[in-house]
């Protein structure tokens, strides 16, 4: 009887410079020549939310690397006088994060509001790589951040509201569309119970998301990119509408555009299983 080998994410962190990440890491067994895939999260998530996809990834091949962002879970969460919190600010630490991971190419997952900073560090840094995949994150400037995310960046309402951690149940139920169980949201809400830090990280990145410029950058920028993407759309998501993705598709050379009518804002939290059918595919197709 073949005993069945069961992938385990480990937890890890790393001191790069004056910032500690936090990562969740699922390796292949045996060795792998494959690049890396990089997951990144979104407001006001955590890495965590990429569990059910990673030993999807690792046991086709790929090791999976999912960071909390610095500010986010259990990365640190600097002052502002110290962290910008602006999208420049995460370009440069995640880039710094990869290196002393000594992460030269790699395959690039996105989701949510901050996920859009990986898009703008794609395209600063599109030699690194492999391929794209994009998960209802903001990329037209039509894209408002909702007002459930904006009032987090208020003075004094803010101050208050992140300090809450019921923002989170709500915020990712809200997007979801479904309800999420306890046993993950005790997960989501443990950084807000065991420090105020996390909520004047969330407020400080909010106020500083610099969305019309971002947005700016990506819809110029991606008129020109060129490596294979894939874009699987939640068709339920409250803050960001479908119409959004189709465009966008459309300016891209060498996309494929997935639409999906379950899922919400947060396609992994209840559609993992349905994401990575069509993510392990894209990704190990051969290049044309």
Request: include cysteine; glycine fraction near 6%.
């Amino acid at each position: 009887m073949i005993q069945e080998i069961k992938v385990v994410i480990s937890e890890q962190s790393i001191e790069v410079g004056s910032l500690k990440w936090f990562y969740r890491e699922a390796n292949p067994i045996g060795e792998t020549n494959k690049p890396p895939v990089l997951l990144l999260h979104g407001l006001p998530s955590q890495s965590f939310c990429w569990c059910e996809l990673m030993p999807d990834l690792a046991e086709k091949g790929f090791i999976a690397i999912a960071p909390d962002w610095i500010g986010s879970g259990l990365s640190a969460k600097p002052e502002p006088r110290n962290f910008a919190y602006t999208p420049d600010a995460f370009i440069t630490a995640l880039g710094d994060f990869l290196k002393a991971l000594k992460i030269e190419r790699f395959y690039l997952v996105v989701q949510g509001f901050l996920g859009s900073v990986g898009l703008q560090y794609a395209l600063r840094y599109p030699e690194q790589i492999e391929r794209l995949a994009i998960l209802n994150t903001p990329i037209s400037s039509a894209a408002k951040l909702p007002w459930k995310m904006q009032q987090w960046g208020i003075p004094l309402v803010g101050d208050m509201l992140t300090q809450d951690p019921l923002l989170v149940d709500r915020t990712l139920e809200a997007g979801c569309r479904y309800q999420i169980e306890d046993k993950y949201l005790d997960i989501y809400r443990k950084p807000f119970l065991k420090s105020s830090d996390v909520g004047r990280s969330l407020l400080a990145t909010v106020k500083n998301m610099q969305m019309k410029q971002s947005m700016a950058e990506i819809e110029k920028g991606y008129a020109n990119w060129q490596q294979p993407t894939l874009i699987f759309w939640g068709m339920k998501d409250p803050w960001l509408p479908s119409n959004h993705a189709q465009e966008f598709a459309k300016v891209l050379k060498n996309c494929e555009f997935i639409e999906f009518e379950q899922a919400g804002h947060y396609p992994q939290e209840h559609w993992s299983g349905k994401f990575s059918e069509v993510l392990l595919p894209f990704l190990r197709r051969q290049a044309l």
